[in-house]
């Protein structure tokens, strides 16, 4: 259903580290990159060659084996990370479902998720989970200090990472059942800093332009899409647009994505290179675990309105 225009959003290679020296020709093209990126449709596409296949195929088998569990299993888990964590069923979803694992390139993050769902232990899931998680992270480190260096706030980027905390939500899409397209995800933005997105497979991720078109972000297997989260926008001081997204499912395949969010712990200040004559200040210093309570406040429903509001200059 994506039509046809001309919007590209743009496309980094992070895969080798040795070509992207910082002060390297390479790095200035990549930070133009996922600057315009992040300006015009508050994302880019990141190659990332260093996950094996074999890393992608048991990641969706865990996502398979986890969903097939029954709810009354799923709505156990909990956090002290706020925002919601299984949903699906409990909301009267029939459309797709959600889960959420917190610090999912840890060992310990992932063995309590997962002895939630399987109280006798199940390594595999454990480990699959793991495996996929520790890259994503690494290419997650990568990219967002090219992110920095392109907003001049290169400075910042080792302290903000260190606020930085990480949750991977697994999502599974039914199948449509006509022979048409299907919403399987209203359009929104996110509530985390950054959404690191994987398809597994099956299309179904689309953006919105500016101009109000929806472009389809086609699945690949080494591709992840870097959005900018709502908390993004408002430290950026309104330079990067949030990723106006959702999902349309058209192929009859049950579809399986994954969501490698990342949340800022304390106050995320708007940066003083981010205000300028053209850009005053527009934005308080942001408690971003506030913002995702004040969202999900009405009791989980998807958000209508967003509290992280510009102030008129
Ligand atoms: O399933 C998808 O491709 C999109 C999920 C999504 O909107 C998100 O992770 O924020
Ligand atoms: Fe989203």
């Known amino acids: ?3 046809q225009t001309d919007h590209k959003i743009p496309t980094v290679d992070f895969s080798n580290e040795e070509n992207l020296k910082p002060g390297s020709d390479s790095w200035a093209l990549a930070c133009k990159q996922v600057r315009y990126g992040l300006e015009e449709y508050g994302c ?4 990332y060659d260093k996950i ?3 890393v992608y195929d ?3 088998l865990a996502a398979q084996e986890l969903f097939d569990l ?3 299993t799923k709505i156990q888990k909990t956090s002290e990370i706020p925002g919601p964590n299984y949903v699906g069923q409990n909301f009267n979803l029939s459309v797709y479902e959600s889960l959420v694992l917190d610090e999912p390139s840890t060992f310990e993050g992932t063995e309590s998720f997962t002895k939630i769902m399987w109280p006798k232990g199940n390594d595999n899931f454990r480990e699959s989970v793991r495996s996929f998680s520790k890259p994503v992270e690494e290419l997650y480190q ?3 200090r090219i992110v920095f260096d392109s907003f001049g706030v290169g400075r910042l980027h080792e302290s903000n990472m260190e606020s930085t905390v990480f949750r991977l939500r697994l999502f599974r899409y039914n199948a449509p059942q006509a022979n048409q397209a299907e919403e399987g995800l209203p359009t929104h933005t996110d509530v985390s800093f950054i959404t690191v997105l994987h398809q597994h497979q099956v299309k179904g991720l689309q953006v919105k332009t500016k101009d109000d078109q929806y472009i389809d972000v086609k699945p690949n297997l080494s591709s992840f899409l870097f959005m900018a989260g709502d908390p993004f926008l408002a430290w950026s001081n ?3 647009r949030a990723c106006v997204h959702r999902v349309m499912l058209e192929e009859r395949k049950v579809r399986y994505s994954f969501g490698f969010n990342s949340f800022i712990k304390g106050l995320l200040h708007v940066p003083q290179e981010m205000v300028d004559e053209k850009y005053p200040l527009r934005y308080e210093p942001i408690d971003h675990y506030k913002f995702v309570n004040d969202v999900f406040a009405d009791g989980g429903k998807r958000y209508s ?3 992280i509001k510009a102030t008129d200059v």
């Open 70 to 72: 029954p709810t009354e």
């Open 238 to 240: 309104g330079r990067a």
């Open 305 to 307: 309105t967003n509290p």
């Open 1 to 3: 259903m994506g039509s």
């Open 142 to 144: 990568r990219a967002t």
């Open 52 to 54: 094996p296949t074999q």
């Open 58 to 60: 048991s990641a969706f």
């Open 44 to 47: 880019f596409q990141a190659v």
